[in-house]
């Protein structure tokens, strides 16, 4: 079994700042091709991906649309993150943290646990 914990959400102004947070517990990851993603999925749109990182803490990949304003980590426990900076009324969604063996970090596939997720709105 393993549980993930989002938290960090709320609310913020266009242009600012947020960290969101992925505590994982249960079985842990002890093989660097073991990956954690972070999704979003906006009212009536399709969840779409964000940022993946390896669980040994290398290998980064994220969205085009997201590209130099997020940064994903993750400490030398069991908590990854997402850094968002610069955020836009755009990236208001609920944003899931997920983990698991994908061939593609993309992609929804190969990702087996997730998160219930953690709402981020931001205003214009």
């Known amino acids: 079994q393993v549980q993930l914990v989002e938290s960090g959400g709320g609310l913020v102004q266009a242009g600012g700042s947020l960290r969101l947070s992925c505590a994982a517990s249960?079985?842990?990851?002890?093989?660097?091709?073991?990956?954690m993603g972070w999704f979003r999925q906006a009212p009536g749109k399709e969840r779409e991906f964000v940022a993946a990182?390896?669980?040994?803490?290398?290998?980064t990949s994220y969205a085009d649309s997201v590209k130099g304003r997020f940064t994903i980590s993750k400490d030398n426990k069991n908590t990854v993150y997402l850094q968002m900076n610069s955020l836009k009324p755009e990236d208001t969604a609920v944003y899931y943290c997920?983990?698991?063996?994908?061939?593609?970090?993309?992609?929804?596939?190969?990702?087996?646990?997730w998160g219930r997720g953690t709402q981020v709105t931001i205003s214009s």
């Open positions: 990182i390896r669980w040994s803490g290398g290998g």
């Open positions: 249960g079985r842990t990851f002890s093989s660097g091709r073991n990956t």
């Open positions: 997920a983990a698991g063996f994908p061939i593609r970090s993309d992609s929804i596939a190969g990702y087996d646990y």
